[in-house]
């Protein structure tokens, strides 16, 4: 699955009436706990990185991580979750 700007997932929001969680992430546990519960939720979601955590750690580090969440969690990171 092919990570989208957020202009488009706030267009596919917006149109299906549901919202985007943000995340900041700092560390693999981090990253994987929330990917995961996305995944079961079939929720979309952003993950972010704060400043802090850009001046402690690598940011190549940080970006890999996240390409490494979205490889393994594939299609449903993005999916909107049924209405209710």
Not at 17 to 29: D, P, R, S
């Amino acid at each position: 699955m092919p990570l989208v700007t957020t202009t488009e997932m706030f267009k596919k929001a917006y149109a299906g009436g549901y919202a985007i969680g943000a995340f900041n992430v700092n560390n693999m546990e981090i990253i994987q706990g929330i990917v995961e519960a996305a995944t079961e939720e079939q929720a979309p979601l952003i993950l972010q990185v704060s400043s802090g955590a850009r001046k402690y750690a690598n940011t190549t580090y940080l970006t890999k991580m996240v390409e490494a969440a979205v490889e393994t969690r594939s299609s449903h990171l993005l999916a909107p979750r049924p209405r209710r």
